[in-house]
């Protein structure tokens, strides 16, 4: 079964930064596309960004100039690096194998999610 843990979530100021790992164990993550989602209260889960393995980039349009998503396959690990945070961006972030275009959609089962990591973005 897929498992990915993310971390780096963590309270920042508006217009601070954050860099999100996406961390894969027990399979090799170079050939899978790897989207970051989030959801905050009350809403639902939305796809953030996504990378493929060639690393081509997908990003909604609330955090495009804002979020760029990396990957480095030696590490096993993905990363979204979050700049100019704002208060709208506080949410539960999490990973997963995804399809990037023609926009950001899961392909894991929502049984086999990691638990997340909290950003909350808050003076």
């Known amino acids: 079964q897929v498992q990915l843990v993310e971390s780096g979530g963590d309270l920042v100021q508006p217009g601070g930064s954050l860099r999100l790992s996406c961390a894969a164990t027990?399979?090799?993550?170079?050939?899978?596309?790897i989207g970051w989602f989030r959801q905050a209260p009350g809403k639902e889960r939305e796809g953030v960004s996504c990378i493929t393995p060639l690393g081509n980039a997908q990003s909604a349009d609330a955090v495009k100039g804002r979020f760029t998503i990396s990957r480095d396959n030696a590490k096993n690990t993905v990363y979204l690096q979050m700049n100019n945070l704002k208060p709208e961006d506080t949410a539960v972030y999490y990973c997963a194998t995804s399809q990037c275009f023609p926009q950001i959609t899961a392909l894991q089962e929502d049984d086999s999610w990691g638990r997340g990591t909290q950003v909350t973005v808050s003076s």
């Open positions: 027990r399979f090799s993550l170079d050939a899978s596309s």
